[in-house]
C-alpha cells in the first residue's frame, strides 16, 4: 500500500510530546518558583543587630508608627529610623542595657566615653567635631522589586493604613514579611480601594475597624466605610501598567 505521508512524520508524535512535555515542565518550574514564599517572601524573618521588639513597643506602649517611621507619609519611601531616634528615649530608659551597645556605638561615635563631651583624645578627626558613628546595619524586610514604583506617602495620605502591606506589626516581637507584596496583591487593592480605605486619623491605628451596625459584618462595614472615602477625596488608583512601572 502506497504511503501518503512523507518519512519525517513517523517521528513527529514523539516531537509534539517532548515540545508539550518542555512547556509542562517550564510552567511547573515557573510556578513552583515564582508563586512560593522563597520568591513572595512571605515569612522572612531575618535576624537584625538589634533586637526590637515591634509588639511592646508599638502595641504596648502605643507608639505611632511615624514616630521612628517619620517619612512614611512625607516620602516616597518609608525610612529606617536613626540611632538619635533611637537614644531620644534610650538616653534615659535602659540607658546602659549590652543589647543596645550598637545603638550607642552609633550615636556617640568618636564620644567613647559615652558623656556627651568630645575629649581631645577622643577627636580622631582634629577638628573639634563630633562625628558619629556608622549606621546600624538593619536588615530589610519589606522590598519590592527594582522595576515596581511604590510611593508610601501617596497611600498613606490616601488613607491606607500600614496593616495592609505590613500586616499587625504591633503584634509582631520579631517583624516578618507578612504579605506577598506581588502585582496580583497590589492589583487587588488597586481594584477595589474601599476594602482597605480608612479615615487618615486611623491610617496607624492597626487595630482599627469601620464602625458596624448591629447585624452588620465587619467587612460590608468596611466597604460602605471606604466608598465614602473613596467618593469624598476622589481616590482612583492606576490600573494601566504605567501606573507601577516606570
Known amino acids: 500500500m502506497r504511503n501518503h505521508f512523507p518519512s519525517w512524520t513517523n517521528s513527529l508524535p514523539v516531537k509534539i510530546l517532548i515540545v508539550l512535555g518542555m512547556i509542562g515542565g517550564a510552567v511547573v518550574a515557573g510556578i513552583t518558583y515564582y ?3 522563597k520568591y513572595t517572601r512571605v515569612g522572612y524573618q531575618p535576624t537584625q543587630p538589634v533586637e526590637y521588639n515591634h509588639e ?11 514616630y ?3 517619612g512614611a507619609d512625607k516620602s516616597s519611601h518609608a525610612n529606617i529610623p536613626g540611632a538619635n531616634v533611637c537614644m531620644s528615649c534610650h538616653k534615659n530608659i535602659k540607658a546602659d542595657s549590652p543589647l543596645l551597645a550598637p545603638i550607642r556605638d552609633s550615636y556617640f561615635g568618636e564620644d567613647t566615653n559615652k558623656d556627651g563631651q568630645l575629649s ?4 580622631v578627626n582634629g577638628d573639634g567635631l563630633l562625628t558619629a558613628g556608622p549606621s546600624v546595619p538593619w536588615v530589610r524586610i519589606h522590598k519590592t ?3 515596581v514604583y511604590f510611593n508610601h506617602a501617596i497611600h498613606v495620605n490616601r488613607g ?3 496593616v495592609e ?3 499587625r506589626i504591633d503584634e509582631m516581637k520579631v517583624v516578618h514579611h507578612s504579605e506577598p507584596l506581588s502585582m496580583s496583591f497590589c492589583l487587588d487593592c488597586h481594584r477595589k480601594p474601599e476594602e482597605s480605605l480608612r479615615p487618615m486619623q486611623e491610617v496607624t491605628n492597626l487595630a482599627w475597624h469601620a464602625p458596624h451596625k448591629k447585624g452588620e459584618s465587619h467587612d460590608l462595614a468596611q466597604i460602605h466605610a471606604g466608598l465614602k472615602i473613596k467618593e469624598n ?14
Not at 581631645?120 to 577627636?123: K, T
Not at 477625596?233 to 516606570?246: A, D, F, Y
Open 35 to 37: 508563586a512560593t514564599p
Open 56 to 66: 511592646f513597643h508599638a502595641g504596648q506602649l502605643g507608639l505611632d508608627c511615624r
Open 68 to 70: 521612628c517611621h517619620h
Open 120 to 123: 581631645e583624645d577622643e577627636d
Open 145 to 147: 522589586p527594582d522595576y
Open 160 to 162: 491606607i493604613s500600614c
Open 165 to 167: 502591606c505590613h500586616g
Open 233 to 246: 477625596w476622589g481616590v482612583n488608583p492606576p490600573l494601566s501598567c504605567t501606573g507601577c512601572h516606570r
